[in-house]
């Protein structure tokens, strides 16, 4: 009866200062929502980079030019030219690993490329004929460029899928020919549409030859990346290992602190990956516990103007016998349930902005899921209380210390 009593009781202080109850929620609401949309985006991002993985495939060794910390990026990120990974570095790999199921390498660049009147700039990647095998990726119209061909360094070109719709709208382009700085190409295929993988939309670049792109485009002899395709998940570590092992032999390096090369997995890059987006989660966690306790702030000082403006009610109330947890409870009560209302309108708020967020992100062509994780809705009931009870205490304290002569004299 108490508790009931208390309850309502509340609610018409409430209700009869609505705009200064709102003002004090709001600190809430924002740490609240805050809280439920980092959660949420952090469980998107996860989703979004297993995506990527999942699209390049899960069994893939990455082979980089360059020197690199331990838990660092190779030099050849930063755009710093390396010379050192070559052609026969990947085939010997490839000749050498008995785990390795398909290899190819890679050169990068951007040209013009001009079809009648449309001139328009894009990037482009020299590979080898084995490049559809490694990348788990499609021709939807014509064909890749075969072996003999990637050998002689032929002038032919496949087009990613917006290329393609960009520079013949309405025109089959296969046979067609195209000029770029370095001469004319003849179209002979086209890429299905693929979307954004590992942060790269292959749909946006156009592919040629690796002899070609070398020899021709780029006046080259190393390469910027090669991947090698490991037929089993389970090889990874031994074939990475190999990998070493055998690029240190060709390279005359004796000593693996001076690896002029970087071999890496793409569970690697998805376990560094994590580890940045939770560092972020926490850190934006960390702010929002601030609005949290900025919030906590602001109760506290609403319940002093509360019990300030009340004196003459406790005191009466105090007149007549009310014992002193009657009146720490009631005001207690009150400032739980102003910040129980301001939690429960920030997961709502949180939830409805994780749900457009996700909902845009999607229509932009990535995998984003929209989750909500149920601990992050618990936790924000329990912030919301322990924090109404943590700020409520001390001005319920002061209200139910009062004497019944000091509280109505006081008013």
Same mark, same amino acid.
């Given at each position: ?19 200064? +109850? ?11 929502? =805050? ?24 069994? /893939? *060794? ?6 690199? &910390? &331990? ?19 990947? #085939?010997?790999?490839? !000749? ?34 084995? $490049? ?5 990726? +499609?021709? #939807?119209?014509?064909?890749?460029? =075969? ?15 917006? *290329? ?19 001469? =004319? ?59 070493? #092992? ?5 390279? !005359? ?17 998805? +376990? ?31 319940? $002093?103007?509360? *019990?300030? &403006? ?13 014992? $002193? ?27 409805? /902005? ?9 229509? /932009? ?47």
């Amino acid at each position: 009866m108490d508790f009931i009593e208390n309850f309502n009781t509340a609610l018409r202080a409430l209700r009869v200062n609505k705009g200064r +109850s709102f003002l004090t929620m709001l600190g809430i609401i924002i740490g609240i929502s =805050s809280f439920i949309l980092v959660n949420s985006l952090g469980a998107g991002a996860q989703s979004l980079i297993l995506d990527q993985v999942r699209r390049i495939g899960s069994n /893939l *060794v990455a082979v980089l030019p360059g020197a690199s &910390e &331990e838990n660092g990026p190779p030099a050849g990120v930063f755009g710093i030219q390396i010379t050192t990974l070559k052609r026969e570095d990947i #085939e010997v790999l490839a !000749k050498n690993i008995p785990a390795v199921e398909a290899s190819t390498g890679y050169v990068q660049g951007a040209e013009i490329m001009t079809f009648e009147n449309e001139s328009r700039a894009y990037s482009y990647f020299g590979t080898m004929a084995t $490049y559809p095998l490694v990348q788990n990726s +499609s021709v #939807e119209k014509g064909r890749f460029f =075969s072996e003999e061909e990637e050998r002689s360094g032929a002038r032919v070109v496949v087009l990613g899928s917006e *290329v393609a719709e960009e520079m013949f709208p309405n025109v089959d382009p296969i046979g067609k020919r195209v000029k770029l700085q370095t001469g =004319s190409f003849r179209v002979i295929g086209v890429l299905k549409e693929r979307g954004a993988t590992a942060f790269q939309n292959f749909d946006t670049v156009f592919f040629v030859p690796l002899t070609t792109a070398q020899n021709q485009m780029l006046g080259i002899r190393y390469l910027n990346l090669a991947h090698l395709k490991i037929s089993d998940e389970s090889a990874l570590p031994a074939a990475m290992e190999q990998a070493r #092992e055998i690029l240190r032999e060709r390279h !005359k390096i004796s000593n693996p602190e001076a690896d002029d090369f970087r071999v890496s997995s793409t569970a690697e890059i998805l +376990s560094l990956l994590t580890t940045v987006t939770n560092a972020l989660k926490f850190f934006l966690v960390g702010i929002a516990a601030m609005s949290l306790i900025v919030g906590g702030v602001g109760i506290m000082n609403i319940m $002093y103007v509360s *019990v300030s &403006e009340r004196s003459y009610e406790v005191g009466l109330r105090k007149a007549v016998g009310a014992p $002193y947890m009657r009146i720490l409870s009631q005001f207690l009560t009150e400032a739980i349930i102003v910040t129980l209302i301001g939690g429960i309108v920030g997961i709502l708020l949180g939830v409805l /902005l994780s749900f457009l967020i996700a909902t845009v992100v999607t229509l /932009l062509g990535f995998t984003w899921e929209f989750v909500v994780p149920v601990s992050s809705v618990v936790l924000s009931f329990v912030i919301s209380s322990a924090v109404g009870l943590f700020f409520g205490v001390y001005p319920a304290k002061k209200a139910a210390d009062m004497t019944p002569i000091e509280a109505l004299r006081s008013n």
